[in-house]
C-alpha cells in the first residue's frame, strides 16, 4: 500500500504524543475560586459541590496558603456574609467577611499567588441581585456602578491584586478603572467577566453562598442563544480598560470562548463552574465516568479553546497531579 500520508505516525507511542501535544495544563495556568463564609470557625463541607468547603478565615488563609505550594497561579475569593440588604452594606464595610478575608490572605501569601476577589453585589444583597434595585424592582445599573466603585476601593484597599467584575452591569470594567486610578491604585488589575451567560450550571454555586434570588438574571447576563454577543461584550471590556476578559462557563460556551481569544488582545480566562464541576463530581462517584480522565480532558479542551487560564475547584488537585508527572 502506497499511503504516504500517515497521521497515526504521530501517536505511535507516548514519547511522541508527548512531543507534538499541541496544548498542555500548568498549575500556574489554574485559578481556585475558594468561599469564606461569616460565622464558622470550623471549615464546613458544602452539599451541593462535594469536595468543596465553606472556609472560616483562618481556614481560608490556610488553604490559600496550600494553593501557593501547590503553584497554582491565583485564588479567587467569594464571600458569604451572615447579613444582608437592599445595597449590599457588607461588600464595602472593610470589616465585611470579604474584605477581612482578602487581608489575611493577601498577608498569608505575600506575592506567591495572585490573590483576587470577585467584585459583585449578589452575596451581599437581601434580593440577590448582582445590583441595587430601582423603584421598580429592576437592577438600576448606573446606581449599580456607583456600588462597584466603592467595593473596588474596599476590596483593593483589603490587599486584593485582582478584581473580578462579574456583575454584567454595562460600564462596569471603565466605573471601576477611573476610580482606582484616581485613588493611585492603577496597580490593581481588572478582570472582566465579558461574556457571562445566564446559565443554569451557576446551581450548585448558588446554593453554596446561599443565594437569595427570586427570579433570575436575564436582564444582565448573556441570552445562551446568542454568540456574536459574547464577543461583543468582550470587546467592549477591553476599550473599556481590562486587564484580563473571561467566558464562563466555560464547557458549554467553547466556541464564544474560540471567538474572543482569536480577537482579544488581552489574556482570555474561561470559569468552569459549580454546574460544570457537580456533573463531572457526580458521574465519576457513580462510576459512569472515569472521574480523573474526565477532569484532565475538561481542562484541556478549555485551553484548547483558547484560555490562557481557567477558573477550577479542582485547581489545587489537577496541579498536584501535574507535578507528580
Ligand atoms: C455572581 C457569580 C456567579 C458565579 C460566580 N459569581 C453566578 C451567578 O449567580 O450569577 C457562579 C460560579 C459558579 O457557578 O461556579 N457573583
Redesign the pocket.
Known amino acids: 500500500m502506497t499511503l504516504p500520508v500517515r497521521p497515526r505516525r504521530l501517536r505511535q507511542t507516548a514519547a511522541v504524543r508527548r512531543l507534538v501535544a499541541e496544548h498542555r495544563l500548568d498549575p500556574a495556568q489554574l485559578v481556585l475560586?475558594m468561599f469564606v463564609r461569616e460565622g464558622i470557625d470550623e471549615p464546613r463541607p458544602m452539599q451541593s459541590m462535594p469536595g468543596v468547603l465553606h472556609h472560616s478565615i483562618d481556614s481560608l488563609r490556610r488553604a490559600a496558603a496550600e494553593a501557593a505550594e501547590a503553584g497554582v497561579g491565583g485564588v479567587m475569593l467569594?464571600g458569604v456574609p451572615e447579613h444582608r440588604d437592599g445595597i449590599g452594606s457588607g461588600a464595602t464595610d472593610p470589616d465585611g467577611v470579604l474584605n477581612a478575608a482578602t487581608r489575611a490572605v493577601a498577608a498569608e501569601v505575600g506575592d506567591a499567588i495572585v490573590v483576587q476577589t470577585?467584585l459583585?453585589l449578589?452575596?451581599f444583597t437581601d434580593h440577590g441581585h448582582?445590583g441595587v434595585l430601582a423603584a421598580d424592582g429592576s437592577v438600576d445599573n448606573d446606581a449599580t456602578l456607583l456600588r462597584y466603585r466603592e467595593m473596588a476601593l474596599a476590596q483593593a484597599e483589603a490587599g486584593s491584586q485582582l478584581l473580578g467584575l462579574?456583575?454584567m452591569m454595562d460600564g462596569q470594567v471603565a466605573a471601576v478603572r477611573e476610580v482606582l486610578d484616581a485613588a493611585g491604585r492603577s496597580d490593581v488589575l481588572l478582570l472582566g467577566y465579558a461574556a457571562?451567560y445566564a446559565s443554569a450550571?451557576?446551581?450548585?454555586?448558588?446554593e453554596a453562598v446561599e443565594?437569595t434570588?427570586q427570579g433570575d438574571?436575564r436582564t444582565y447576563?448573556l441570552d445562551p442563544a446568542n454568540r456574536r454577543e459574547g464577543l461583543r461584550e468582550a470587546v467592549l471590556d477591553v476599550e473599556q480598560g481590562a486587564d484580563v476578559v473571561m467566558v464562563?462557563?466555560a464547557s458549554f460556551y467553547l466556541d464564544v470562548l474560540s471567538d474572543v481569544a482569536a480577537a482579544s488582545p488581552v489574556p482570555v480566562w474561561a470559569?468552569q463552574?459549580?454546574?460544570e464541576?457537580a456533573m463531572i463530581e457526580a458521574a465519576g462517584r457513580n462510576g459512569w465516568i472515569d472521574r480523573d480522565r474526565t477532569i484532565l480532558e475538561s481542562l484541556t479542551s478549555i485551553r484548547r479553546a483558547g484560555a490562557d487560564a481557567v477558573l477550577t475547584?479542582w485547581a489545587v488537585e489537577v496541579a498536584g497531579w501535574l507535578r507528580s508527572r
Open positions: 475560586p467569594f470577585d459583585c449578589d452575596e448582582c462579574s456583575g457571562k450550571l451557576y446551581g450548585p454555586f448558588r443565594s434570588l438574571r447576563q464562563k462557563p470559569y463552574v459549580s454546574g464541576y475547584y
